[in-house]
């Protein structure tokens, strides 16, 4: 499905790229469901540049596209914390000269000067949150606080559980499960990662990222692994979910504006950068999309309800919130044959 | 058919007869460059050296190969042995794809006859009744489909409300789910060829056979059944080779909680392993096993075209 829908926009976009000028267009890859249209219609009538966007579902989706030839396509895409940083050792973005962003200075100190993209030379904050799992309460109503309820599930949650399709969250978050560290190099902690998930396996209904809130809301699904946002909307829309933050930890990511080597509209995607470093514009994604702005000055603008929102709080016994880790070529090789074994 | 065609000697053909081979020249650069050419790359690209994260680096290695065939262990310095998981994701795409077939013939043989016997004029009200579902995008109706057959679907409440079953069939995310996706999804492939066939079909030999006391049975697995055969053979490559494939039904209907051949390519594209050559063997090894099968199929038809004949 995610092929199609991506080959096919891809073909629409190269050819509409190659006819349009390049002085009225911006070309957008971000995830699916993470901006208003309002606030591209903004853009648009703010500055005459059209947007057009492409989609994708994970970062590695993202990453295949883009060194499969759609660089050169795309002015932009919205890379998580860790792929900014595989992406810029891989050549795949463009470094912003200083003075190039004139609002740069509106990130966040905390998010200016982050790891994964020192200086902040590729990218600039876009929504920073959790990744977690959210509990049907009709359907459990034990402690949900921790990692057990999607690896050794209480009866009432056995085979009813999504997860993402995603390798990193799920190495991750079970990682921290059985409390070792990401992208360990141990083989014992390896094997036993291996064993642990096979286990697991077999009380998951399905793995599916794009459908994460959905089934939560229409209750396929009575736990699911999921955004701290997604489960937020999902709650909103009527599911009695409650978002957990587990004594282990939880998944912590920062999304990015990075640009793209060879954008096709450079000047375009750089006002587009500027414009979401606006406190106002910040503002309007945040109270849609229910995460984390990394820029200044956007709290006094967010809906007050955001700030006691029960999945942006973690409660005091929540463990830490640890990013995604970039694992080395040996280490991911185990983690692709776990995954392999997990899927056969 | 050309040939026959040809065969009447006139002028204005032979005329034609030259001209063809140039006449069929966007045909042969279509099919070069759309089918051969992603063919070759596939083929070279399979043989080449896995880049970490996605792409190739050009130097020989037999490494995806070896992946695909020989297992050596978790941490790949074990002793070479049968590497059965992929073997096993291949036999379970096959298997599904083989019940779609059956499934899809049970079904669409006497609904191709019922159409083909109806009178003429009908005929293609039928067909196009049989399209009409078809209209909607793939995608669009395998989330429906989904929609269906959920635990609080449709289905479900039907049969929960007639008293039929107590609890919900669990039927998203199995087997059985994919199943009849494929099944669903591939069904007038089936249908058309057969019908194709059974409408050339000429109907004095049924009388010719009754008049011979021949049983019913007997005249449709005499007389009937071969003289359709050839469309029969189509329709179930065109439900079988799809249903191989696919990716979509056991991505929705299935969870993807099991690889399936059109899954495990993905992966090696898009997921976090990025291991293009793995992906482009393991599409070779799937295209070799279809050209396999399309060869028999061939065989087949010469075959019975020689005993015709």
Redesign the interface.
């Known amino acids: 499905?995610?092929?199609?829908?991506n080959a096919f926009t891809a073909l629409a976009l190269m050819t509409g790229a190659n006819a349009a000028t390049a002085d009225d267009r911006l070309v957008l890859y971000h995830w699916f469901e993470y901006i208003p249209q309002e606030l591209l219609d903004k853009f648009t009538a703010e500055t005459g540049v059209s947007v057009t966007m492409d989609t994708y579902d994970?970062n590695?989706?993202m990453?295949?596209?883009l060194?499969?030839g759609g660089i050169g396509t795309y002015d932009l895409s919205v890379p998580g914390d860790y792929m900014v940083a595989?992406m810029a050792n891989?050549g795949l973005l463009d470094t912003i000269a200083d003075g190039e962003l004139k609002n740069k200075g509106n990130i966040a100190p905390e998010w200016a000067n982050p790891n994964y993209d020192p200086g902040r030379r590729h990218s600039i904050p876009y929504q920073w949150g959790s990744t977690s799992f959210a509990v049907n309460r009709d359907v459990y109503g034990g402690d949900i606080n921790t990692t057990d309820i999607l690896f050794d599930p209480p009866a009432e949650l056995q085979g009813r559980i999504?997860m993402l399709?995603s390798?990193?969250e799920i190495m991750a978050m079970a990682s921290l499960h059985l409390g070792i560290p990401q992208c360990t190099s141990d083989?014992e902690q390896?094997?036993a990662l291996?064993a642990m998930l096979q286990d697991a396996?077999q009380h998951?209904?399905?793995?599916?990222s794009d459908t994460a809130k959905e089934v939560l809301v229409?209750?396929?699904a009575a736990a699911g692994q999921i955004y701290d946002g997604f489960a937020a909307k999902a709650r909103e829309e009527g599911a009695n979910i409650e978002y957990a933050y587990a004594t282990q930890g939880y998944v912590a990511w920062m999304d990015n504006i990075a640009l793209l080597r060879d954008a096709p509209n450079r000047e375009n995607a750089l006002k587009f950068m500027d414009f979401m470093l606006v406190p106002e514009n910040v503002a309007t994604l945040t109270n849609w999309a229910q995460y984390n702005p990394g820029v200044s000055g956007v709290s006094a603008l967010l809906d007050p309800a955001l700030a006691t929102q029960p999945e942006k709080n973690p409660h005091a016994d929540a463990g830490p919130g640890v990013f995604i880790e970039v694992c080395s070529?040996d280490v991911?090789?185990?983690?692709?044959?776990?995954?392999?074994?997990l899927?056969? | 058919m050309a040939t026959g065609a040809a065969g009447g000697g006139s002028a204005s053909m032979d005329t034609y007869r030259e001209a063809r081979n140039w006449l069929l020249m966007p045909a042969w650069v279509t099919l070069a460059i759309l089918v051969l050419v992603p063919v070759a790359m596939m083929l070279i690209y399979s043989f080449l050296t896995k880049e970490f994260r996605g792409g190739v680096i050009w130097e020989f290695s037999l490494a995806a190969y070896d992946q695909f065939f020989l297992d050596r262990g978790l941490f790949g310095d074990e002793p070479a042995r049968i590497e059965w998981t992929y073997i096993t994701i291949f036999w379970r795409s096959i298997w599904q794809a083989a019940t779609a077939t059956v499934l899809s013939l049970a079904i669409g043989f006497p609904t191709a006859y019922f159409i083909a016997t109806r009178p003429a004029r009908m005929r293609p009200i039928w067909v196009f009744l049989v399209t009409i579902p078809y209209w909607v995008n793939l995608l669009i109706r395998t989330v429906s489909m989904k929609f269906l057959l959920r635990d609080q679907g449709t289905l479900n409440d039907f049969l929960i409300a007639m008293g039929l079953i107590d609890t919900p069939l669990v039927i998203v995310n199995t087997n059985i789910g994919v199943q009849i996706g494929l099944f669903y999804s591939y069904l007038p492939f089936m249908v058309l060829p057969i019908y194709a066939a059974v409408e050339r079909y000429n109907f004095t030999l049924s009388e010719a056979a009754a008049d011979l006391y021949a049983s019913r049975t007997t005249t449709l697995t005499r007389v009937i059944l071969p003289a359709v055969k050839p469309g029969v053979l189509a329709g179930c490559i065109l439900v079988f080779v799809p249903s191989l494939g696919s990716f979509l039904a056991p991505d929705l209907l299935g969870g993807a909680r099991n690889f399936m051949i059109g899954s495990l390519i993905e992966e090696q594209f898009k997921g976090n392993a990025g291991n293009w050559p793995f992906g482009a063997a393991a599409s070779m090894i799937l295209l070799t096993l279809v050209l396999m099968l399309l060869l028999l199929f061939a065989r087949q038809q010469v075959k019975a075209g020689k005993t015709a004949g």
Request: overall charge neutral; charged content about 30%; glycine content about 4%.
């Open positions: 499905m995610k092929i199609l829908i994970s590695e989706a990453l295949a596209s060194k499969a595989i891989e999504n399709d390798q990193g083989r390896l094997k291996d396996k998951w209904a399905s793995f599916n229409s209750g396929d070529e991911q090789a185990v983690y692709d044959q776990i995954w392999t074994n899927k056969k």
